[in-house]
Structure formats: structure tokens, C-alpha cells
């Protein structure tokens, strides 16, 4: 094929599968080197703003939460938050079990923006810990609340944006052996697809080279 005999294929194919290996690797890593806590404080859940469904999420009685949720996009995904709260309460009795307002963000206006006006997703993140009086099998509700404003380019100018959020999750209580069961499948497929892979596209990448070299020698 006329594709695989342009001199720089090969080297791009090898270089994906490296990059797919070291891939592997870092799953493996994750997996190894790190303690039960370790994985816990460093899972992310992400729940995007522009679904309408609630999104359903896992956690433990007790335990760190890291959420991210993405909006749209703005000028270096630069935003800032106002009144930004998000409540949590159990579904039948509607009793509050937390609010949690402490998000991390700049104000934009206090940025340089990207020379280039490149836009990237809005991700507002947010960490907390759940009560350890929660039962396993709890479902709880969650709302975020606030708006959020973003730079964005119009006419060759910035201007600033709003977008009000109303965004409701189910927050699953589970047991931290179910908890780390589920962060541990996430790097188990990366590994058990990008190894095979990355063998497949080095060796591709290899006999499409030392092929194109024969084939420019008997030439």
C-alpha cells in the first residue's frame, strides 16, 4: 500500500506504539506503587455539565471524593465561579448531609489569556469527604449550584460569558472494597489494551521500515 511506503509512517507508527507502551506502564504503576489510600485520593469522577440525566456516581462512607465537572469552553478553559454550592442530602427524608462551596479557581480576569485565544473545556474541580455514619447501599442526591463566567472571543475581542448551572447527581455509598474494585478496572483495561496494541504497531512499524528499505535498495 502506497500509505505505508511514505518514509514517515514507520517512525509514527513506532513512536504511537511507545507511547501506548509507557501507557501501559504508567497502569502498571498506578497499580503497584500506590496504597489503597493512595487510589482512593487520586480517583476522579467526571460529570459533564451539559447532560441532562443525573449523572451516577461512586463513593465511600468516609472516604475522599474528587469530582470534575466540565462545561463548555472558554478562552485557556479559564472561568470563575459565583455562589458555586454543592448539596448533598438523603433522598427520602431530603435531611442535608453536606454542602460543600470551597472550589478552587482564579478569577479569569486575573489571567493572562492564551496569545492565541485557543479555547479548552471549562473543569471545575472539587474535593470533600463523605460522613462515615453512611451506609453501604445509601443513595444520596446531589445538586451544584451557582454561575460560572468564561472568557470567550467574539469579533475579535473578549468577552465575557455566564452560564447558569443546575446540575443533579446520585452519589452511590459503597463499601471501599467495591470503591477500589472499580478504580482498579480502569488502568487493568488500559493495560490489557495498549500493551497487544503497542507490540502491533512497533512491529508494523519496524517491518514497514526494513520493507521500504529493500525496496528502495533493489530499486
Not at 513512536?15 to 493512595?38: C, M, N, Q, R
Not at 478553559?77 to 454542602?99: A, D, I, S, W, Y
Not at 496494541?197 to 517491518?207: N, Q, Y
Request: glycine share 6%; hydrophobic share 40%.
Amino acid at each position: 500500500m502506497k500509505f505505508f511506503q511514505k518514509p514517515s509512517i514507520p517512525l509514527l507508527l513506532i513512536g504511537i506504539g511507545i507511547l501506548l507502551f509507557v501507557l501501559g506502564l504508567v497502569a502498571v504503576s498506578s497499580l503497584t506503587e500506590k496504597t489503597d489510600a493512595e487510589l482512593i485520593d487520586g480517583y476522579f469522577q467526571n460529570v459533564n455539565l451539559n447532560q441532562v440525566e443525573p449523572k451516577t456516581l461512586i463513593a465511600s462512607a468516609g472516604q475522599k471524593v474528587n469530582l470534575q465537572f466540565e462545561g463548555k469552553r472558554s478562552v485557556g478553559g479559564l472561568f470563575t465561579g459565583e455562589n458555586l454550592v454543592l448539596t448533598l442530602r438523603e433522598p427520602k427524608t431530603q435531611t442535608l448531609l453536606l454542602q460543600v462551596s470551597d472550589f478552587n479557581f482564579i478569577d479569569w480576569h486575573e489571567e493572562n489569556l492564551p496569545t492565541t485565544n485557543q479555547t479548552n473545556l471549562v473543569v471545575i474541580p472539587l474535593t470533600f469527604k463523605l460522613p462515615v455514619n453512611l451506609q453501604v447501599g445509601t443513595k444520596i442526591e446531589g445538586e451544584l449550584t451557582g454561575v460560572v463566567k468564561y472568557p470567550l472571543v467574539q469579533k475579535n475581542s473578549v468577552v465575557e460569558e455566564q452560564t447558569q448551572i443546575n446540575k443533579k447527581i446520585v452519589l452511590n455509598v459503597v463499601s471501599q472494597e467495591e470503591l477500589l474494585k472499580e478504580i482498579r478496572q480502569r488502568p487493568i483495561w488500559t493495560m490489557a489494551l495498549s500493551f497487544p496494541l503497542s507490540m502491533v504497531l512497533m512491529l508494523l512499524g519496524i517491518r514497514t521500515e526494513l520493507y521500504g528499505r529493500k525496496s528502495h535498495a533493489k530499486t
